[in-house]
C-alpha cells in the first residue's frame, strides 16, 4: 500500500532529478572560481586548506537538495497516509507492521533522492573519498526525513511543507556551509545537521577520517529522531484501547430524541399546511 501510494505521485519522483540539477549546476555556474579557505580535521591535526570556491559550494549544495528533499519525502510518506493508515489499523493491522512498511519506503526513496543529488554532484566535482561522502549524504537525508515526519504533525501539511525547505536551508545551507563559516560554530553543533555535515567535508577533503565525534552525534539525533516518530506515529493511528468508550453519533437515536422532546414536527404536508 505505501509503495503503491508512492508511484501515484509523479510529481515527487520529477522533482528528484530537477531539483538537484538546477540547484547543484546552477550554484556551481554562479560561483566565482576563487580559492576558499576551509578548516579540516587531518590525521589528528587542525588545518586550513584553500579549495576552488565553486568546489566547496558543490559540496555544500548537495547536501542542502539532499535534506531538503529528504524533509518532503518525510512530511508526506509518513502522516500524510495517517487517516488510511488509521483504518487499517482499525481492521486488525499491528500499528508496528504499519510504521516498519512506512519507513521501508520511506528509507528506498530517500535513498533514490540521495542517489539522484550524488550523482549530479560528481559531474562537478571529485570528493577525495566517495564512499564517505555518500554515507555522509544519506546519513542527512534520513535525518531530515525524520524531521520532515515529525513536522507534519507539529505544523500540518502547509506549514510543514514551508518548514520542510526553511530548516534545512537555515542548517545545512547557512549554519552549516564552511563557505560562511570555516569553523564550526557553537550553534551548529546543536543542529542536526552537524555531525552527518562534518563527515561529509572530511569525505570530500580529506584522506583519512577524522570526525569520530561528529559522526556519533548524527547518530545520535537518528536515533532520538526515530524514537519520536514511531512514538508520534502510533499516537496517531492507533486504535482506541480496549474498554475505551468510542464517541458515535447515532442519527437515530438522535433523531428519536427529538421526536420524543416534540422538537420535530411529526406532520405530512397537508396536516402542515393546514396550520
Known sequence: MAWRDARRNPAQWALFVIVPVVFIFGSVAVTPNKPITVTLDEHGRRIAQSFPMPDVHATTIAPLVIASL?????????????????????AGLRPNALLG????????????????????????????????????????AMTYALVGALLARVFGRVGGVF???????????????????????????????????????????????????????????????????AVAYRHAIAPPAPGRPVRVVDTTVVDHQRLDSGAVDTRTGPSRAGT
Not at 70 to 90: P, Q
Open 70 to 90: 529528504a524533509a518532503l519525502i518525510g512530511l508526506f510518506f509518513l502522516f500524510d497516509s495517517r487517516d488510511s493508515d488509521r483504518r487499517v489499523a482499525l
Open 101 to 140: 512498511a512506512r519507513l521501508g519506503v520511506l528509507t528506498l526513496t530517500v535513498l533514490a533522492a540521495t542517489a539522484v543529488s550524488v550523482a549530479t554532484a560528481a559531474q562537478v566535482f571529485n570528493a577525495t573519498r566517495w564512499p564517505t561522502y555518500v554515507a555522509a549524504s544519506v546519513l542527512i
Open 163 to 229: 518548514m520542510a525547505f526553511v530548516l534545512p536551508f537555515l542548517d545545512v545551507g547557512i549554519v552549516q556551509s564552511p563557505m560562511l563559516h570555516p569553523t564550526a560554530t557553537t550553534l551548529s553543533t546543536w543542529l542536526p545537521g552537524y555531525g552527518a555535515s562534518r563527515v561529509l567535508l572530511d569525505g570530500a577533503f580529506t584522506s583519512g577520517f577524522d570526525e569520530t565525534m561528529p559522526l556519533l552525534i548524527g547518530l545520535g539525533w537518528l536515533l532520538v529522531l526515530g524514537i519520536g516518530v
